[in-house]
């Protein structure tokens, strides 16, 4: 298949020629009462780097269902990102039931394959694991194949995953390959932080485009890295673009109190003072809807031209509704201020990817930013049962210990995220689940 196929004209046409005809290409249609949702349309495609592809600002992560994912390719998202550890490759199979009767050439379809803990270690197994990916997903090829969780800057130039890419390119099973990342196990792998391993994965030249957090939190590791994208013509995916979310489970912690030891309840006292000072921050903004700062979350990401897309995930109608609803705006004069004083009024809330100077800090050596990451896909995403499994992996590197610590991680954040009682509750929240 030939690299120009995604030129700009061609790729948004076809696009917009299945999002009219969805319901007639022989899928099934949507029900009727999916059909009363009128959809807002995708009004920005951006250039994937090297890649050539015209993707939506908006893009699909981890589809949920097949209407809704029927519905956001109607709506024009033409980028769909997966993983052949999702739901055990059953959302790749989501993904082929959706698919089979689209013009292959209207999407841009990345999945991925973990081996950062061992597994796949060998080329032909690799090879292997690309072809029942491509095969569940039911297309001649696969237009971005990554590298998953990569948790070191060795790993970047992974021998096995290279060679193995090779040869399914020069086949004609992928197009292009990637790399996605969190940053570090910390104590499986201590390779570097999330930007050192990105960076790495940029001066590497072999990732065509780059998956990882960038939130206006702490954008500026984000923005070093999408500049060094920009740079060398590589694209770039957005993930954990909405810290907001944590805010409202946050507040039911602080006002239940729970049964406390003597250092929590201290720990409280303080955290509660923080959140009655907070509590400024709405009523200056009159915030009766969260949604109105996700919104802002998103417009902060959609105002830097150089992000490829965001990976929204499209639980239903109403997901749709807001996120397809952003694409091709920018975020005004206001809402920028207001994320500013959200940054420096509720700060605290929230871990900033990559960072890893807690992890450093801990006498129970942690992996804070991965335990708070799978927090965060419990309490933001309500992915409690998946949430609780990753956690339950973790084996004795969970949180437990630090309800009797003094918070060793706290002295030692810059940002004074009130790290050890959102350790705690993720392991509250967390057990409750295996």
Known sequence: MPDNIFD????????????????????????????????PKIKDYRRMGRTNAMVSDIGSGIP???SVLKAAIASGVNFIETAESYDNGRNESLIGNVIRNVERESLFIATKINTSLGIGTSQDEIYSRAEASRKRLGTPYIDLYMMHQAQSVMKVSDRNFHKACDRLKKEGRIRFRGLSCHGTFWWQEQGGSLEDILMAAIEDGRSDVLF?????????????????????????????SNPVSVFENYENVIKQGGDLSILEQKD??????????????????????????????????LSNKNVSTICCRFKNFSDIEMYVGLSGTSLDTQT??????????????????GCNKCEQNCPGHLPVNTILR?????????????????????????????????????????????????????????????
């Open 8 to 39: 700009r004209r061609n790729f948004i046409k076809k696009t917009a020629a299945y999002a009219i005809g969805i319901g007639l290409a022989g899928n099934k249609p949507l029900s009727l009462s999916d059909q009363t949702y009128i959809l």
């Open 64 to 66: 949920y269902s097949e």
């Open 374 to 434: 799978y927090y965060y896909y419990s309490q933001a995403l309500n992915e409690n049962e998946t949430s609780a499994v990753l956690y339950g992996s973790l084996g004795d590197h969970n949180a437990e210990l630090c309800r009797n610590c003094r918070g060793h991680c706290e002295k030692a954040c810059p940002y004074n995220v009130a790290i050890r009682l959102l350790l705690t509750d993720a392991h509250r929240r967390l057990i409750k689940f295996t």
């Open 268 to 301: 409280y006292e303080t955290k509660r003072r923080q959140l009655e000072k907070a509590g400024d921050f709405f009523r200056n903004y009159r915030i009766t809807n969260m949604n109105d700062l996700k919104k802002g979350a998103y417009l902060f990401i």
């Open 336 to 353: 920028a201020l207001m994320l500013s004083d959200f940054r420096g009024s509720l700060g605290f809330l929230n871990c900033r990817p």
């Open 212 to 240: 990882f957090p960038y939130n206006f939190l702490d954008p500026e590791m984000g923005e070093r890295v999408i500049n060094a994208c920009q740079l060398h013509d590589i694209g770039t995916m957005i993930m954990k």
